[in-house]
């Protein structure tokens, strides 16, 4: 397909469409199209990339779409955001904000961590992914490194749940607490638990914390933007 030929509105909805579908080639040719049009970088990640991963988001949680559906679309969210990504960087282009997510101590398992990571960067946030078997140091030093706005800890097996609190407690015990949101989620992980070791929030299932994520952003932005204004007084 000719994706010169596409008027700019049908230009997004079919690159929604196509990253929908997982069809990584397409969404490249259409990211680079967009910016061949004079499109700022900006405009072709929240018109094009960012807007197919909320319908995906919506899909995902609503049990249209599976795992490997979800897989195969952020894939294809990813291939655009490798052209983006520089570009952004020399702009200065604003994220809507900034998490640090790892699977605990002990546990190896990370397909959901991951696909937590793809739709959260789907949706405008910078994410650091440390890995599988995080240590609470590892989770101090990337804080420390990369000051984020929120962490995100996940566990598979219930013998791992329990490491969550010991990361708590470390943030508590660094004096960073206050200034984290921290959020828990994983196959065995519930909200009455997640609430009982001090997180903010419980990730049910990938949709949901990219909501949960968003939604705690735009209070901190509504914070910051009444703190700005008190000092201008």
Not at 129 to 149: M, Q, R, Y
Request: proline share 4%; with cysteine; charged share 25%.
């Amino acid at each position: 397909m000719d994706f010169s030929e596409l008027p700019d509105d049908e230009l997004w909805l079919q690159m929604q469409d196509d990253l929908y579908d997982g069809m990584k080639p397409e969404v490249t040719q259409e990211t680079k199209e967009a910016l061949r049009r004079g499109y700022k970088p900006t405009d072709v990640l929240e018109k094009g990339l960012v807007a197919g991963m909320d319908i995906v988001g919506v899909d995902f949680r609503d049990g249209v779409l599976f795992v490997p559906e979800v897989l195969m679309a952020a894939n294809a969210m990813k291939s655009g955001m490798e052209i983006l990504r520089p570009l952004l960087t020399e702009t200065g282009a604003p994220r809507v904000g900034t998490v640090v997510i790892g699977t605990v101590k002990g546990d190896i398992h990370d397909i959901g961590k991951n696909l937590v990571g793809m739709m959260l960067e789907g949706a405008g946030f910078e994410v650091i992914n440390l890995g599988v078997n995080c240590d609470a140091d590892k989770f101090i030093e990337a804080i420390k490194t990369h000051k984020p706005d929120i962490i995100g800890m996940s566990a598979l097996l219930t013998t791992t749940m329990p490491y969550m609190k010991v990361i708590t407690q470390a943030l508590i015990d660094e004096r960073l607490r206050e200034d984290i949101y921290v959020m828990a989620g994983g196959a065995p992980v519930s909200e009455n638990f997640a609430m009982s070791i001090g997180a903010d929030a419980y990730g049910r299932d990938a949709a949901t914390s990219v909501e949960i994520a968003k939604a705690h952003m735009v209070v901190v932005n509504k914070q910051a933007a009444l703190d700005k204004a008190r000092l201008a007084i």
